[in-house]
Every structure is written in structure tokens, then in C-alpha cells.
């Protein structure tokens, strides 16, 4: 069965560093989506990609969060510089379809932990 | 804002029936009502999805009653490995998903 794969598994990192985060969707999958899950929350979605365009990026903190989906297949989240807030699960998904119907599936998540 | 209400935990024995409602006030014509599924330190998993009535798969149950503005999860049969974060959210008339805390099912040998 066809997964979503996320590297690093596990980042820990000194504040003011940059940290980047790495997806490769489910194969054929036009949408791509970035969520953080804090500890005992559910998931936050941050941006979501159609295809290689943003789609949705409002709860994205635009003055140290990026990403890109530069060829429309797999993408980088990054993080310049990280805070201590920033610890929380990175978690990617993929849907085949855009809109919220169609069925999300998620990856194992990046655990980031900033010291 | 697509908002849910579930209840924070539930505990249940291996072999019950475990039933977790969500309510909806606001779900809107076009939202259907989809549950996921997390496991500690892993993704949501999708469970069910459905509009109205009854829903079915070789999972789990979803009851939606002809006002829509709750449902019910059922799962027949627990095991430990149901002891999960359940999470009830609308998809449909928005783009995105809207995750809430979800309910932290406890099954207990």
C-alpha cells in the first residue's frame, strides 16, 4: 500500500536554528497539505499545495515558516529562525482530489523539539 | 469556523461496543462528516465517512440523525488496538479539514 513519507523522523534543534522538514506525497496525489499538531491537540493545517501552487497558506507564519512544492511532487517545510513554541509534530498528507471530501493520508510526522 | 464537540476520553473493555457522539451545531448542506483515527506518534488515519443515515464499513458505524447536527462512531468489538484519538470533523463545503481535540478512547483488558 502506497504511504506518505516524511524525513527527519525526529529533529531537535537549538533555537534561531533552521530546521527543514522533507514529504514525498502518495504517488498521483494533486493535493499536499502541512499541519502541526501540538502535544493533546489535534492537527493545525498550515498550507496546502494543488499541484505545485499554494492553495492555502493563512495559518502559516509567513515571517519564519516557508514551503514549497517546487515541481508539484514532494515538498520542504522550513523553519528560519525556530523558537521553543515551534515544538510540536509536523505531520504531512496527501489527498488525490482537492476540497475536503476527499480522503487525506497522512504520514508519520516529523516529532521537532526546540532547546 | 467548523466547529465539533466531542467528549474529552472514554474508557471501555475489550469486546464492548464503544459508541463516541459528536455534535455539529453548524455543519452546513453540503459538509459530510468524516472520523480519523490517530495512534500515539502517527498520522490520522481515515476511518468513515458519511452524509445521513447510516453508514457502514468493515470498521466501524456511523449513525446521522435526519437533523445532522450530531453523529455517532460505533465500533463493535474493541480490542486494545482501538485505543486511539478519535477525531469527528466536517469536509465538503470547505476546502480544508478542521481537526478538534478529538476523544482519547482508553480500551482496558
Known amino acids: 500500500e502506497a504511504e506518505v513519507a516524511q524525513s527527519p523522523r525526529y529533529k531537535i534543534t537549538e533555537k534561531s536554528q533552521a530546521v527543514a522538514f522533507w514529504c514525498d506525497p502518495i504517488s498521483g496525489h494533486a493535493t499536499l497539505y502541512w499541519y502541526r499538531q501540538i502535544l493533546g491537540q489535534g492537527p493545525e493545517l498550515l498550507v496546502q499545495?494543488?499541484?505545485?501552487?499554494?492553495?492555502?497558506d493563512s495559518q502559516l507564519p509567513k515571517d519564519r515558516f516557508s514551503a514549497e512544492r517546487l515541481k508539484g511532487v514532494d515538498s520542504t517545510l522550513k523553519i528560519q529562525p525556530a523558537e521553543l513554541g515551534d515544538s510540536a509534530m509536523y505531520l504531512c498528507?496527501?489527498?488525490f482530489g482537492r476540497g475536503g471530501l476527499d480522503t487525506q493520508y497522512f504520514g508519520p510526522g516529523t516529532r521537532l523539539t526546540v532547546l | 469556523l467548523a466547529k465539533t464537540t466531542q467528549p474529552i476520553s472514554m474508557d471501555s473493555y475489550e469486546g464492548q461496543e464503544v459508541n463516541i457522539t459528536c455534535s455539529h451545531n453548524n455543519i452546513a448542506t453540503n459538509d459530510y462528516i468524516t472520523w480519523y483515527q490517530q495512534f500515539p506518534s502517527q498520522g490520522p488515519r481515515f476511518i468513515i465517512q458519511?452524509?445521513?443515515t447510516k453508514v457502514t464499513n468493515e470498521v466501524a458505524s456511523l449513525f446521522i440523525p435526519a437533523d445532522r447536527k450530531s453523529s455517532t462512531l460505533s465500533l463493535p468489538r474493541v480490542s486494545l488496538s482501538d485505543t486511539a484519538v478519535y477525531y469527528c470533523l466536517f469536509s465538503g463545503s470547505a476546502r480544508q479539514l478542521t481537526f478538534g481535540s478529538g476523544t482519547q478512547l482508553t480500551v482496558l483488558p
Open positions: 499545495f494543488q499541484d505545485e501552487s499554494v492553495v492555502d
Open positions: 498528507a496527501s489527498s
Open positions: 458519511g452524509y445521513k
